[in-house]
């Protein structure tokens, strides 16, 4: 398919592949590749580097691509591959310059995506309107569901019916109430025709594809699919979380890298607080249920204060037994007061497993208070460990891809300097963020890092001449052309001892930034701590001056 709008890449590319080939010098995991690259000036590129592939075998269970950038200058699409970590923050996987905006070009960019991230398909996408994506996404992700932002099609309708959005101020509300407050498919069955005819839209072209399409966008169609949101009200209608307030329509390509560069640390060391927050403080109990301390000892602390509100809830949504079957039981869960607005939950006593039709568990991969209701009737007093996702723990980055949907995630890809590098690399962050933890452990862990390296060294040099180099190679030449194509081989001993020395230095460097983070954040906490030792004398002196 010819390109519907094609863009010169300009002197601004230039600098960018420059950017990205010193990048894959410097890290061999660092992976790009260039679409019809002829002349330098025509293709479409595709960038991850080391830390967004292994954030994907962590957290790709859901995506999202956003494509809602475009340069004033060269008016072409920057767009990211994000999703949520286990702390519920955006994170980031890939990104892409887009200069032919065809089908053809969609269809490149997953499948360097895919093969970037070894293989893996996601459980779920979510995208912006586009039907060019749409047909990109069916052919190349087959296995994965599809969701369309509802603020791309609230956008999208605004324009096309911008005459009704005049004539009629309240038509805007009673479509997002249509979309957004119907709990059951039923419901937005039932409200969807009573909308149209209301401002007589019945024969509206527009607002037809949309139903005939609501199983891609209406959120009551999508709730059996996880999309890694914490909340199944949350609706996705904006995606561009993670480079919000760092790119926007007049970020030039030559600034484009240095807004990468300063998104990608701010939440990187978002994220470092949110881990030390969860392994170095205890959150409030709120009652002395064993399941609530075994959830905070599991759960990161954002998805742990999730479900303590879920817990506490259930004290104000009993479970009401309907139907006993023996080993199933169903029962119907309504807030006091609102006996129309229940769910349906189903008990299996022997598996110990329990579905409610809110679907929450499904969605978002966090356990509701209807089920939870369920739990507290069975006297079942902890959580049973299916309803414990690993990507919402602590230790969520312990070990490879997604455990809960790994059986969902086609993989073409075998053994590979990849999979090794990411293996080492997980383990040596592991390492890092222990070694930081004290002075005493840095010293311990320094000394271990030294020996280790020596034995590596040895190792490698009784190797030279009878394994020979290794290749990296993460893609394949066909359409593409990718930096991970290069060979890299080191023939000499010195060379290889050079390179060791090199990531040593490296990973120097990076404890002392460990410990920087580790002081600061110390130092924030004891400011905390201060104020409200403050605020407490204040309010005792306070209680005193009303006693005299």
Same mark, same amino acid.
């Given at each position: ?16 592949? @420059?950017?990205?080939?010193? %990048?894959? =010098? ?49 008016? %072409? ?7 949520? #970590? ?13 200069? #032919? ?9 997953? !499948? ?7 293989? $893996?398909?996601? *459980? ?8 060019? &994506?749409? *047909?990109? /996404? ?7 569901? $599809? ?28 479509? !997002? ?24 839209? %019945?024969? #509206? ?18 709730? @059996?699919?996880?999309?890694?949101? &914490?909340?199944?009200?949350d609706k996705n209608e904006c995606l561009n979380a993670f480079f919000d307030g760092y790119v926007n329509a007049s ?5 484009? /890298? ?21 392994? #170095?403080?205890?959150? +409030? ?117 997604? @455990?809960?949907? =790994? ?36 010293? /311990? ?7 280790? /390296? ?12 009878? =394994? ?8 394949e030449r066909d359409e593409l052309i990718a930096a991970d194509e290069d060979v890299h081989s080191y023939q000499s ?9 090199? +990531? ?13 983070y580790r002081a600061n954040l110390l130092a924030v906490l004891r400011d905390m701590e201060e104020q409200k030792m ?7 002196? =306070? ?6």
């Amino acid at each position: 398919m010819s390109s519907l709008r094609q863009h010169p890449l300009g002197g601004g590319g230039h600098q960018l592949l @420059d950017y990205l080939k010193r %990048m894959q =010098a410097e890290n061999p995991a660092f992976f790009y590749a260039v679409q019809n690259d002829n002349d330098h000036s025509a293709g479409n590129i595709f960038w991850a580097d080391a830390t967004s592939r292994v954030n994907y075998s962590n957290f790709g269970d859901a995506i999202i691509l956003d494509t809602t950038y475009k340069t004033n200058r060269y008016r %072409m699409p920057f767009a990211s591959f994000t999703g949520f #970590n286990h702390h519920g923050l955006p994170v980031l996987f890939g990104c892409a310059l887009i200069l #032919n905006e065809a089908e053809s070009s969609y269809i490149w960019l997953f !499948r360097t995506f895919l093969q970037a991230m070894s293989g $893996h398909y996601p *459980v779920s996408i979510t995208t912006d309107f586009d039907p060019l &994506i749409q *047909v990109a /996404v069916a052919q190349v992700l087959p296995p994965t569901r $599809h969701r369309v932002s509802t603020g791309s099609i609230f956008r999208e309708t605004r324009e096309r019916l911008a005459h009704l959005w005049l004539s009629n101020p309240d038509f805007e509300t009673d479509f !997002r109430k249509c979309v957004n407050e119907s709990e059951t498919i039923d419901e937005f069955e039932s409200y969807w025709p009573s909308l149209l005819e209301k401002y007589c839209v %019945m024969d #509206n072209e527009w607002l037809q594809s949309m139903y005939n399409a609501r199983h891609h966008w209406v959120p009551v169609y999508l709730q @059996d699919t996880f999309f890694g949101e &914490i909340s199944i009200m949350d609706k996705n209608e904006c995606l561009n979380a993670f480079f919000d307030g760092y790119v926007n329509a007049s970020t030039t390509i030559q600034l484009l /890298v240095r807004q990468y560069e300063k998104a990608v640390l701010t939440w990187h060391e978002r994220e470092l607080k949110a881990d030390y927050d969860t392994i #170095n403080t205890n959150p +409030l109990l709120k009652t002395p249920s064993p399941m609530e301390k075994q959830a905070a000892s599991l759960y990161t602390r954002k998805i742990f204060l999730k479900f303590q509100d879920e817990f506490i809830e259930t004290m104000a949504n009993p479970a009401t037994k309907i139907e006993d079957s023996g080993t199933i039981t169903t029962y119907r869960v309504a807030k006091f007061g609102e006996k129309t607005k229940s769910q349906i939950v189903t008990f299996n006593s022997f598996e110990m497993k329990a579905s409610c039709s809110c679907l929450m568990f499904e969605y978002s991969g966090t356990i509701c208070r209807h089920i939870l209701s369920v739990f507290r009737a069975k006297n079942v007093l902890r959580l049973p460990s299916q309803y414990v996702l690993k990507r919402w723990t602590r230790n969520a980055k312990a070990g490879g891809f997604s @455990d809960e949907h =790994a059986s969902e995630f086609p993989s073409s890809s075998g053994d590979s300097v990849t999979v090794r590098y990411n293996n080492l690399r997980q383990e040596a962050i592991r390492y890092v963020e222990e070694g930081a933890k004290s002075i005493q452990i840095y010293h /311990v862990a320094m000394k271990a890092l030294n020996e280790a /390296v020596k034995k590596v060294a040895a190792v490698k040099s009784q190797s030279i001449g009878t =394994a020979g180099g290794d290749t990296v190679s993460n893609g394949e030449r066909d359409e593409l052309i990718a930096a991970d194509e290069d060979v890299h081989s080191y023939q000499s001993a010195e060379e290889k001892q050079k390179k060791i020395r090199e +990531l040593t230095a490296e990973l120097e460097t990076t404890n002392q930034r460990c410990e920087v983070y580790r002081a600061n954040l110390l130092a924030v906490l004891r400011d905390m701590e201060e104020q409200k030792m403050n605020l407490s004398v204040k309010v005792q002196n =306070a209680r005193l001056s009303l006693k005299e």
